[in-house]
């Protein structure tokens, strides 16, 4: 990775080594290395996977009421 360069638009910084976009393929510098910052073209698929994850982790922390039973 060595002589690598990020793939922004207008940026000749060298590729990180965390600088690979799991949506996009593309490699980044670590300024762009988020999806924010490179403006991913999956930025919509990025979005849902982050709301997955999220509501995933919540549902499986959620406090169920248990019933009382009056003897």
Partial sequence: ???????????????ALVGHC?????????????????LCAQMEAVKKSAFDANAS???????VERKVVQV
């Fill in 1 to 15: 990775m060595s002589g690598k360069r990020c793939t922004s638009v207008d940026c000749k910084q060298k590729v």
């Fill in 22 to 38: 799991n949506h996009c393929g593309s490699d980044y510098c670590l300024k762009h290395r988020l999806p924010e910052d490179h």
């Fill in 57 to 63: 982790k919540l549902m499986s922390e959620r406090t």
